[in-house]
């Protein structure tokens, strides 16, 4: 017995803690939620209200109120005072929190503090460590301030709060912004050169290899045409009086560390309150989950009541778990406004992620709209950071490209808007999907978007954020990309049926991003196994592709979010290649399987229970039990 229950800890997943940015914490719950009774306003230190009073830019006044957000930090902080007299005084503080415009720090004494309140100028010098803020602005930061706000606890601990001569995000683009521009336009320029040089050898050579040149042909100028087509992407502009009602639909499975986050964030919203609900549905969880649910929406009851948050944030609990497809459409049937947001159980919205998101239906043709969704925990590990760098290519390059031609094929389940027309429509043909004989159990959001647009449009809003937390080990990461390969092959096969009578590039694009990633693992084998072994020929042009490939999108990151995990968009095409691309050909001929992998579905209970049930009989068969060959 006890042999067996060390094999019984031995297969326990390891735990990793992950890295989020820590925000300091408001006493109000709701800090930007609009106050209708004037009880408070969420007016930050520029002197605007919410984005309905701002005359001019509201993507200005939205950029003013996130420089004001605080996160919680503790860095080693170098004061430099310059005194009246041309002296320099330097000393040690702590920083406690941190905002793009300013920085708390706890001073040793009220000799510091004295020190900085006679200092002419002051000069703070800190490195702002990966993780405490958002992405991009991890750096050494050597920056003039001023004191603004000093005070003393109980006599003995004394705080100064300065104000920054310049916003960090100014710091960022002139001490790195421009020459990480001029590196990164250089670097893309010469990379998609070089690839169209390589791509009119493949024609000079074509002859030679039909097939293989041919696939060369078709994979680049789909890569190189889905950069091309998100560069040109641009967001809806926002208008502050548009502002539809919204459902946002929570559901939620065993989740019990991020759901009260996730369920703040939805509700914190610079939205009308009339206008805005939200409903957590619980999939019938077997851990804290509904009660965590239950602590975080009586907090709202009982200190946010003038929000009228009774009549906005409910949630409900399902008898049996029935999977997250049910769950959503139970919240669409309880669903009192005509726009439905879906978010999953560990996303975390934007402040001014709803406003953003439901400005694309102005347009009456829009029927579903993907917001852009982050990684939250970017810098747990290198898993984290390979696929922070994903994500942002994903959307910001290839989500936008599709939304050039307001043909998105997957609006992403962290962060989706939908007509609810259209969801309740196709309601009960999606709970009942099923593609072979086997009901469709995940794929959910590849699903729905296939009901939209193959009589609608759908959209992407880069401006409407919201973050996730992602796998951070190598065990769950690879089970979800499997469940998500085989939704992809069965959702894309549907897909082209009718993508044929969409905008004809659009068309051609789709059709060569579906054979693209099928044929990957045939080209590969064949170049880097079948020629080498067969020919004798070093894959010298092939490995260089490849290498230009991954370089693309190392240097997007760059160029665009000038963000130091830009080298894990490399090792992230490494990974891919040696890894993940070989995947596709199990996905093939298991996309009919309906278990997730990552978490105890009901489909995943009986596929538990048919192994246990066979590696029983096989202990049987074999004359002796577990226990009697241990």
Not at 352 to 358: K, P
Not at 494 to 505: M, N, V
Request: glycine share 4%; aromatic share 12%; hydrophobic share 40%.
């Amino acid at each position: 017995m006890k042999r067996l229950n060390k094999i019984e800890i031995n297969k326990k997943p390891k735990t990793v803690t992950d890295v989020l940015a820590e925000y300091r914490k408001d006493r109000r719950l709701l800090a930007n939620v609009p106050d209708v009774e004037n009880v408070r306003t969420n007016v930050d230190r520029r002197g605007k209200n919410v984005v309905e009073d701002y005359e001019g830019d509201a993507q200005l006044f939205i950029e003013n109120k996130k420089a004001g957000i605080r996160y919680q930090v503790a860095y080693e902080v170098h004061i430099k005072c310059f005194t009246k007299q041309g002296e320099k005084v330097n000393f040690k503080a702590k920083g406690i929190d941190i905002s793009a415009t300013g920085i708390l720090v706890q001073l040793e004494d009220k000799n510091q503090l004295e020190l900085v309140n006679e200092a002419k100028r002051i000069k703070l010098k800190f490195e702002i460590i990966p993780g405490t803020m958002p992405e991009g602005y991890e750096m050494k930061v050597d920056i003039f301030a001023v004191s603004v706000r000093s005070e003393l606890i109980k006599g003995e601990q004394v705080f100064c709060g300065f104000e920054f001569k310049e916003t960090l995000a100014q710091y960022v683009n002139r001490k790195k912004g421009r020459h990480t521009l001029l590196a990164a336009s250089l670097l893309l320029f010469f990379i998609t050169a070089f690839i169209i040089l390589m791509r009119v050898e493949s024609i000079l050579y074509f002859k030679f290899n039909k097939y293989l040149y041919l696939y060369s042909i078709i994979a680049a100028t789909f890569l190189l045409s889905r950069y091309l087509f998100g560069a040109m992407y641009r967001v809806i502009p926002i208008d502050v009086h548009y502002t539809p009602g919204v459902s946002i639909i929570i559901p939620c499975f065993n989740e019990e560390e991020w759901i009260q986050r996730t369920i703040l964030s939805c509700i914190n919203q610079d939205y009308p309150i009339d206008r805005l609900e939200v409903i957590v549905v619980d999939d019938c969880s077997n851990d804290r989950s509904v009660v965590k649910i239950q602590e975080i929406i009586q907090k709202l009851y009982e200190e946010t009541e003038r929000f009228d948050t009774k009549n906005r944030v409910t949630y409900v609990v399902q008898k049996e778990n029935k999977g997250k497809r049910d769950a959503l459409a139970w919240g669409a049937q309880l669903a009192k406004h005509d726009l439905i947001v879906f978010v999953d159980s560990d996303s975390f919205l934007d402040p001014f992620a709803i406003r953003n998101l439901v400005q694309p239906f102005k347009d009456p043709k829009m029927g579903g709209v993907s917001g852009r969704t982050d990684v939250a925990n970017t810098y747990t590990n290198g898993l984290t950071k390979m696929q922070s760098v994903r994500y942002y290519i994903a959307f910001r390059i290839m989500k936008a490209a599709e939304a050039y031609f307001d043909a998105v094929t997957c609006l992403s389940g962290p962060l989706s808007c939908y007509k609810k027309e259209i969801v309740l429509e196709h309601t009960e043909e999606w709970l009942n999907q099923k593609f072979l004989g086997q009901r469709a159990t995940f794929g959910d959001d590849r699903s729905m978007t296939n009901f939209v647009l193959k009589n609608h449009r759908t959209g992407y809003q880069d401006t409407a954020v919201c973050s996730t937390v992602v796998p951070n080990t190598y065990n769950v990461f690879l089970k979800q990309q499997m469940r998500w390969k085989r939704s992809w092959l069965r959702e894309s096969i549907i897909a082209g049926s009718y993508i044929w009578k969409k905008e004809p590039f659009m068309s051609v694009s789709f059709y060569m991003g579906l054979l693209v990633p099928i044929a990957a693992p045939i080209v590969v084998f064949y170049n880097l196994f079948y020629v080498p072994l067969v020919h004798h020929v070093f894959p010298t042009t092939f490995l260089i592709g490849l290498l230009m490939m991954a370089l693309l999108m190392s240097i997007a990151q760059m160029f665009l979010r000038k963000s130091s995990t830009w080298i894990f968009g490399m090792l992230f095409c490494l990974y891919y290649e040696a890894v993940l691309l070989w995947q596709m050909p199990i996905a093939w001929v298991t996309f009919w399987k309906s278990t997730w992998g990552t978490r105890m579905t009901p489909q995943d209970v009986k596929e538990q229970e048919k192994k246990e049930q066979k590696r029983l009989k096989s202990n049987k068969d074999g004359g002796k039990t577990q226990d009697e060959k241990i």
